[in-house]
C-alpha cells in the first residue's frame, strides 16, 4: 500500500482518481480548498480508513509542503488548478497563481522532501491550433490561451525539476474529459455535461460555433485509470503522455446520439463561436500505450449514457 497525496481531491476528476486508489488498496491523502470542488463528491471515501481529508489551498506557500513532510508521500497526484480556457482569459492573474505558481509548490515539495514522483494534470490544450491530427506529444506546444500556456509552462517546470532533484514527473495531457459529476450548473463545465443536464430538462441546448468542431472525449473511469497507473506503475520514467481515445467525434454527432435519447427535447441553439475554442482535436494513444501500458476502454455512446443516466 502505498501513500499518495492528490490535490484537487473533491473535484471531478480528483473525487474519482481517489476511488480508484482506495480501491486498489492505497492511503490517499486528499487536498482541496473548495474553491470549485464538492464535499458531497466525497461521499463514498470520507468514512474510509484509506481516505483523509485536508482542507488548504496549494497555491498557498508552505501549505502543501508541511503535508508533504508529515506524510511523506510516494507519490503526490496533482489535480488542483483552474480549469477553465474562458476563465483563464478573464482572469490571468488567478491562472497563474493556480496553474503554474501552484505547481511549482508542489515541485519544491518533491525536492524538499524527497517524493519519488509526481504525476501533473496538463491538457491538451497546450497544443493549441494545430493542423497535423491525431496530436503527437512531440509536436512543439503552440497554446493559444492563458490556460494552454501555464499547463505546458508547468510541465517544463516540474520536467526541470525531475532531471535536476532525481525523482520522477509524469505529465498527463488530458483530452476533454466527460462523465458523471461534472459540474453542468457552470458555463465552464464540459460541453458534454451541459448538453445531458440541458436535454434532461427539456431546454434548448446552446451550441457555440456551428457544431461540426471534434474533439477527442474521454471517460473519467479512463482518465482516473491513467492517473491510478502513473502514480503507481514501476519503472515509469518522466515524460509527457496524451490521455485520449483517438477517436474524434464531433459536436453534431453528439448531439444526435442525445436527441435519440431524449426525442421531445426542444432544437439547440446555436451562438457565435467563442474566442481561443479550438475548432479540432485528437490526440494519438501510441505513447501512452508504450510508457504506461494505458488505453481508453469506454466507448463514447456508452460513456454517455452512462453520463445521462446520472445528471440531476
Request: proline share 4%; charged share 20%.
Amino acid at each position: 500500500m502505498a501513500t499518495i497525496i492528490v490535490t484537487g481531491v473533491a473535484g471531478f476528476i480528483g473525487s474519482h482518481t481517489a476511488e480508484q486508489l482506495v480501491a486498489a488498496g492505497h492511503r490517499v491523502v486528499g487536498v482541496d480548498n473548495f474553491r470549485t470542488g464538492r464535499r458531497e463528491n466525497l461521499s463514498g471515501l470520507l468514512h474510509h480508513e484509506n481516505f483523509s481529508l485536508h482542507q488548504s489551498d496549494v497555491a498557498t506557500d508552505g501549505a502543501l509542503d508541511a503535508l508533504v513532510a508529515e506524510c511523506a508521500p510516494a507519490a503526490i497526484i496533482h489535480l488542483a488548478a483552474l480549469v477553465s480556457v474562458q476563465e483563464s482569459v478573464a482572469y490571468p492573474e488567478l491562472n497563474f497563481r493556480l496553474n503554474l505558481y501552484a505547481t511549482h509548490l508542489v515541485a519544491e515539495a518533491a525536492r524538499r522532501h524527497r517524493v519519488p514522483r509526481v504525476v501533473f494534470a496538463s491538457s491538451a490544450a497546450v497544443y493549441g491550433n494545430s493542423g497535423k491530427l491525431p496530436l503527437q506529444e512531440s509536436v512543439m506546444g503552440n497554446p493559444v490561451s492563458p490556460y494552454g500556456a501555464a499547463k505546458l509552462a508547468s510541465e517544463s517546470l516540474l520536467l526541470g525539476h525531475a532531471r535536476s532533484y532525481h525523482f520522477t514527473a509524469i505529465c498527463l495531457r488530458y483530452f476533454n474529459v466527460y462523465g458523471p459529476r461534472q459540474d453542468p450548473t457552470s458555463p465552464y463545465s464540459g460541453v458534454l455535461s451541459i448538453f445531458a443536464r440541458g436535454f434532461r430538462q427539456g431546454e434548448a441546448v446552446t451550441v457555440f460555433g456551428d457544431g461540426r468542431q471534434t474533439r477527442d472525449f474521454i471517460a473519467i473511469g479512463d482518465v482516473a485509470r491513467a492517473n491510478l497507473i502513473a502514480a503507481t506503475k514501476a519503472d515509469v520514467v518522466s515524460g509527457v503522455a496524451n490521455i485520449c481515445t483517438g477517436q474524434r467525434v464531433s459536436l453534431e454527432k453528439i448531439l444526435e446520439i442525445f436527441a435519440d435519447r431524449h426525442p421531445y427535447a426542444p432544437a439547440p441553439r446555436h451562438a457565435p463561436a467563442r474566442s481561443n475554442d479550438i475548432l479540432h482535436s485528437c490526440g494519438d494513444t501510441a505513447k501512452a500505450k508504450i510508457d504506461l501500458g494505458f488505453a481508453a476502454e469506454v466507448q463514447i455512446e456508452s460513456g454517455l449514457a452512462k453520463l445521462i443516466g446520472t445528471v440531476d
